[in-house]
């Protein structure tokens, strides 16, 4: 894949995957309408995760985005508020230059990173499963322009997790890793349970900027 063009140098994501749904129509905003589909990453272990993808109808023409197609899409991984049925965090790649492309190899690994500079504007939470496996879970602030930031949900394993559960609020971290998507079942209060999915930074690497930063809280954004 390229090199980053013209891109913040807090938010960059390199992604690459089949397309795996139809553009639907998302939002507007002054005048230029965004569209989300959605694209298969092949992991290493040959499982998957799928990755939302949004992108400006000015990058796009949504005819020629078809299921079965493979993409490489620069951008940022970008958290904002849905309204629609209550208040709710969603993570996106927002596409800043998507190209059609080949496959390589069929079964190779596909591209997926991601790298973030932010502070930790939760207490990390480090936990161990009843396999006796080491997790630690952050919420990562990464700034951005207009006084918004987006919140990254990050989580790190074994000897990286012990590490990164010693990390404080405040911290300004640069962390790199992958996008990862995760079902899970959430019971609703009528008793019902639905199956949903989650999006994740799993953590390959965690660098300290500086032991006692002090962010300024920002609004999440809209888009």
């Known amino acids: 894949m390229e090199e980053f063009t013209d891109m913040s140098e807090n938010n960059r994501v390199m992604i690459s995957g089949e397309i795996v749904s139809e553009p639907v129509f998302s939002h507007e905003v002054y005048g230029e309408g965004f ?53 709710k965090l969603s993570l996106m790649v927002f596409a800043r230059e998507i190209k059609f492309t080949i496959k390589a190899e069929p079964e190779a690994q596909d591209d997926n990173q991601v ?22 879970d952050i919420l990562l602030a990464v700034n951005r322009a207009y006084n918004k930031s987006d919140y990254i949900p990050c989580i790190s394993w074994g000897r990286n997790a012990r590490y990164c559960g010693k990390r404080k609020v405040g911290d300004n971290v640069v962390i790199t890793g992958r996008i990862q998507s ?36 920002a609004e999440p954004a809209l888009i």
Do not use: H, W
């Open 35 to 87: 569209y989300c589909f959605q694209i298969k990453v092949v992991r290493l272990s040959n499982a998957f995760d799928i990755v939302p993808i949004i992108v400006s109808e000015r990058l796009m023409d949504t005819s020629e985005y078809r299921p079965g197609l493979y993409i490489s899409v620069l951008g940022q991984f970008r958290s904002y508020n849905s309204l629609s049925g209550g208040p």
């Open 115 to 136: 790298v973030l500079n932010g502070f930790i504007c939760k207490q990390p939470v480090y936990r161990t499963t009843p396999f006796n496996r080491e997790i630690t």
């Open 182 to 217: 995760r079902k899970y079942q959430k019971k609703l209060p009528d008793g019902n349970v639905v199956e949903k999915t989650a999006y994740e930074v799993s953590v390959s690497k965690l660098e300290l900027l500086s032991k006692e930063s002090t962010a300024e809280a």
